[in-house]
């Protein structure tokens, strides 16, 4: 795309002047740009929210092994150290008989009631909580830890894993596919809003050409119209997107305290800097989609 | 400046240019007569490649139309001005944007075209009009504006396709003298044209056109054949 660069001057005119006189159309291919991308971006954020928690809760998965009342000292230790040689765990915490009870105490609340409607005994057995590298390998290490001898019940979320796991699975998916009939929806919006942009100008593109103009005088102020356009629809949808998901999350989260919520500035500038940079594409496409027709002959 | 070797041009069809040879040379006036659908205005269109001949060569400034890289045309057009009969100004532009705009799409520089504008309206006897809308100018002051246009990047060849079809007779004279003076400036000039009595009273080369064939090509010619 060879360009003098005195005649940069004229394009970027060129592009300001049409922004000022089609300002419905412009205001529309902002608005569906925005619209989209905010769809969009939301649906992001809902995916990526959605395997946070199921992260959280699948990495929450962890086997109880509770212990026969005889097995205590080093029959403890002995187990302990067999369960950690298993290759798929990743560590092993033994949990006495008092700090379980403490644990409920906590659960249900001060005042020592449980101890005082206990009277005094301890029910509780001691038991030991393993933890996996990847909480798929559940099943597997829960069935080797209930052959051990001294172990009498192992407990885990049997079957919860596999539901958690068939629902993030599916949302994950259903929510990329609406992303990606999201972006698409964006980029005809788009390109329709400039062909119209182009067919309202087509008098001044052909005047153009019949003067001599180079294809790509004609096309830049185009393009810099879609990229003026794209961005400034990603600009508002990513400012929407910022204060809404802020004021839901604050929600959400007083709501129901228990329910991780993605929040990191991180992740947010990326899906933001993501978002700028679809917009410009989704107006640079566009453009040059509607361009193509204009610039034969 | 301007030669056909046995041009035919189809469309699906029809035959909108068959067998055309006709040389113009620099510094010439020639009329282009012939009933609607003679072929004038494809012709034109070859000149400036906005159609390409189906069989035959074209040659526009000594270099091969025909043959011309998508890459090329920009640089042929910008030795050519374009008159139409609607005079195809930007309404939403003055009289001087409009002319300044053809030397902006060209890559002029600022300065350049500060200097170049005025000096073409004012040779169009336009100056009062620089600043106004095509709407507020009469048809023949419209008229002027294009072809100030046209002239503004000093083409070697101007071509008017029908520039007298919208105006009133005193007008149409007005802006055939303009080109007239236009062409003793050296500039060649070519003219579509069914203005019977302004070809009968100049007596320039005629060339008329009938079914696409080139029937009559005449020094001093007439808008119908003599006989």
């Known amino acids: ?297 | 400046m301007i030669q056909f070797f046995n041009v035919s041009k189809v469309y699906n069809s029809a035959k909108a240019l068959v067998g055309a040879t006709l040389q113009i040379d620099r510094g010439e006036f020639v009329f282009l007569v012939g009933p609607s659908g003679a072929g004038k205005t494809t012709l034109l269109k070859m000149i400036l490649r906005e159609e390409v001949p189906t069989r035959g060569q074209v040659y526009v400034c000594g270099r091969s139309v025909t043959r011309m890289k998508h890459g090329e045309i920009p640089a042929l057009r910008r030795q050519i001005g374009m008159v139409f009969q609607d005079f195809r100004l930007l309404q939403e532009r003055t009289a001087y944007e409009n002319v300044a705009f053809a030397m902006q799409v060209i890559g002029s520089g600022r300065a350049e075209i500060g200097r170049r504008v005025p000096e073409v309206l004012e040779q169009m006897g336009l100056k009062k009009a620089a600043g106004m809308f095509p709407k507020q100018l009469s048809g023949g002051e419209q008229q002027r504006v294009a072809i100030a246009r046209a002239l503004v990047n000093k083409p070697a060849l101007l071509i008017a396709d029908e520039p007298t079809g919208n105006l009133d007779r005193d007008t149409a004279w007005e802006i055939i003298n303009c080109l007239q003076e236009i062409n003793n400036q050296g500039t060649t000039v070519m003219i579509a044209t069914h203005a019977r009595e302004i070809v009968d009273t100049l007596r320039q080369r005629v060339i008329a056109l009938e079914n696409g064939r080139v029937v009559r090509d005449e020094c001093e010619g007439a808008y119908a054949n003599a006989t």
């Open chain 1, 1 to 297: 795309m060879p360009m003098l660069p005195k005649t940069w001057g004229h394009i970027v005119q060129e592009s300001i002047r049409s922004l000022k006189r089609n300002g419905w159309l412009n205001f529309a291919a902002v608005g569906t740009t925005a619209v989209s991308l905010f769809i969009l971006g939301f649906a992001v954020l809902l995916v990526i929210n959605t395997n946070f928690i199921a992260g959280s809760v699948e990495s929450n998965v962890e086997i109880r092994a509770y212990l026969n009342d005889g097995v205590t000292g080093d029959a403890i230790t002995t187990l302990q150290t067999q369960i950690q040689a298993i290759p798929e765990v990743k560590d092993v915490r033994f949990i006495s008989k008092d700090e379980a009870l403490a644990d409920l105490g906590q659960q249900f609340g001060q005042n020592g009631q449980l101890q005082e409607s206990l009277g005094g005994s301890n029910p509780l057995p001691n038991s030991l909580e393993v933890r996996t590298t990847d909480p798929l390998d559940v099943d597997g290490v829960a069935n080797l830890i209930s052959s051990l001898p001294g172990v009498d019940q192992v407990r885990y979320g049997q079957g919860v894993v596999d539901k958690l796991f068939q629902l993030t699975y599916w949302i994950r998916l259903v929510g990329l596919t609406i992303v990606v009939l999201i972006g698409l929806c964006a980029i005809f919006l788009i390109a329709t809003t400039i062909r119209l942009t182009m067919f309202a100008r087509r008098r001044e593109i052909g005047i153009m050409k019949l003067v001599g103009a180079t294809d790509w005088y004609v096309r830049w102020p185009f393009l810099l119209e879609g990229i003026i356009l794209g961005a400034a629809g990603s600009l508002i949808a990513i400012a929407v997107l910022f204060f809404s998901y802020r004021t839901l999350a604050s929600k959400i989260t007083a709501a129901m305290p228990f329910l991780p919520l993605m929040n990191s500035s991180l992740v947010l500038l990326q899906l933001f800097g993501g978002l700028l940079a679809a917009g410009i594409g989704l107006g640079v496409i566009g453009s040059l989609i509607s361009l193509h027709r204009y610039l034969q002959a």
